[in-house]
């Protein structure tokens, strides 16, 4: 124990040291490590069963209190001569009646597990310590994913907490071979962090790329949960406004990509889960499309990505052909184009208006629900209405920019629907500062842009680039699952073959 009172300059929560066998002695580490005696959530619980000192450490309001009742209710039976000799061993083989015991003898593991939420259980006379797992964290139930609702399909969408996470997905995979490594990343904050994949059919070369760039995160803690993990594994492309993951809060979505051949990266305190890697295309995809039969599903799909395609060129366009090239115009869409463009230039109305979408988006994130029709129809009326009256805007602006916003909300991804409006705020700084050229030009700079982006070393644009046409029109139609034979080629998955004892 003397090797434990040593001076010295890295913290005591941080000390690889071992536990001695004096309990007092331990207690005053414990008192410098974690607090005790300081803050008011780390409890010391002091008994005596059996002639033998316990100190059970533990936060308040992590643990089971039944759980821990019934342990101490056993060892209230115990007599002396049960645990006159190796205590701790007869403890933790025959006496403490629960499943989840571990016994260590690392004063780092004990304080990472104390403040994860485990009780520890201290012997005068022995220099080991029982951590048993009788958790409990302030949890929500379950429910239906804001941002992937589907009209018929599960309700049931992934929680902050990592253990009921990774049950709703086992729930849908009970294959054997299903892994979920875990791993502790920042120094302070210890944040669980989760790598889930199919052990026959991801392929090795990803599984271990995730772990490499997961394994360097040097950080002191992950407050953020999944995003600040999502910038250390993309950081050579953190200036891409692109996402290089593909996030879902939908257990059967996640079971889908991990059957793919995808690695899944659960955080701890997130109800997101990451998808690794994404291409493009995976962003243009709902899980509504498989809930409706196909024929129904790939109107849906078209549907959609024509709304992202207006979202993206639909106000570079018309500012091209009404403003600048008028005459490019056929006879029967003469009528299109502002009669007067107003006292504000057209790209600065535009960029204005654009502004003011991202306005209301704010407010309506930060508005109560009450009060949320009101801000519309004050958005609406009072700003809208009256300032095309005024002659601030022009009807088309807010028209046509309107349609490009509808299809900005259409976009299944969040984080892809931003990239675009940047992107449309590209197109069409292009267009009015350099014409047609400025417009082909901005356009072919996205391209290349996508095209040399890679997702954890994989291509951005498959099955565009490199270009495989069956997997492209698996994207363009919404083919039936008896037909979906393969799976994705860019994974490398080890098993190719999702239909084995097929005729």
């Not at 407050?223 to 950081?235: D, N, Q, Y």
């Amino acid at each position: 124990m003397p090797e434990i009172l040593q001076h010295t300059d890295i913290p005591p929560s941080q000390q690889d040291l071992e536990l001695g066998k004096r309990l007092g002695e331990n207690l005053k580490f414990f008192e410098r490590s974690i607090g005790l005696g300081e803050s008011y959530d780390v409890v010391k619980r002091e008994m005596t069963f059996g002639g033998q000192e316990f100190c059970f450490l533990y936060i308040n309001g992590f643990i089971k209190d039944n759980v821990l009742d019934d342990i101490l209710r056993s060892l209230s039976h115990l007599k002396r001569e049960q645990l006159a000799v190796d205590a701790m061993d007869r403890l933790f083989e025959t006496y403490c009646s629960h499943i989840q015991v571990e016994k260590t003898k690392k004063t780092s593991d004990i304080v990472t597990a104390v403040l994860s939420g485990q009780t520890a259980v201290l012997i005068d006379g022995s220099d080991f310590a029982l951590l048993i797992d009788a958790r409990q964290y302030p949890v929500r139930s379950p429910g239906e994913p804001e941002l992937e609702r589907v009209v018929r399909g599960s309700r049931d969408g992934f929680v902050e907490t990592l253990v009921q996470n990774t049950i709703l997905t086992r729930r849908r995979i009970r294959d054997p071979r299903l892994r979920f490594e875990n791993m502790k990343i920042g120094h302070r904050s210890k944040t669980d962090v989760v790598i889930a994949y199919l052990q026959d059919v991801a392929d090795d070369g990803i599984v271990e790329e995730i772990k490499k760039r997961l394994g360097k995160i040097d950080v002191d803690g992950l407050p953020m949960a999944e995003k600040s993990v999502e910038e250390w594994l993309t950081k050579r492309n953190n200036w891409n406004p692109y996402p290089l993951v593909r996030y879902t809060e939908r257990p059967d979505v996640a079971a889908v990509h991990l059957l793919e051949g995808h690695v899944l990266v659960y955080v701890d305190t997130s109800p997101s889960v990451m998808i690794t890697p994404a291409t493009f295309f995976h962003h243009l995809q709902h899980a509504e499309e498989f809930r409706e039969n196909p024929a129904t599903g790939a109107f849906v799909r078209w549907v959609r990505f024509f709304g992202i395609l207006m979202s993206l060129f639909l106000v570079p366009i018309w500012i091209l052909l009404t403003l600048v090239h008028r005459d490019w115009l056929p006879a029967d869409l003469a009528f299109l184009g502002p009669e007067e463009v107003g006292a504000i230039p057209i790209i600065i109305q535009f960029m204005l208006a654009d502004l003011g979408i991202d306005f209301m988006r704010m407010a309506a994130i930060h508005t109560p629900t009450p009060l949320a029709t009101a801000m519309g129809l004050i958005a609406a009326v009072m700003i809208g209405d009256i300032a095309v009256k005024v002659g601030l805007f022009a009807p088309e602006t807010i028209l046509y920019l309107a349609v490009a916003a509808i299809g900005q909300f259409a976009t299944p991804s969040y984080e892809l629907s931003m990239a675009n409006r940047l992107s449309r705020l590209f197109f069409m700084i292009g267009v009015a500062l350099f014409d047609w050229y400025g417009l082909a030009a901005a356009i072919g700079l996205w391209l290349f842009l996508l095209i040399r982006t890679r997702s954890i070393n994989r291509p951005y644009m498959w099955p565009l680039v490199p270009f495989s046409p069956k997997a492209l029109l698996e994207i363009l139609i919404r083919t039936p699952m008896q037909y979906k034979n393969n799976r994705p080629a860019f994974l490398k998955p080890k098993d190719k073959d999702r239909q084995p004892n097929r005729a």
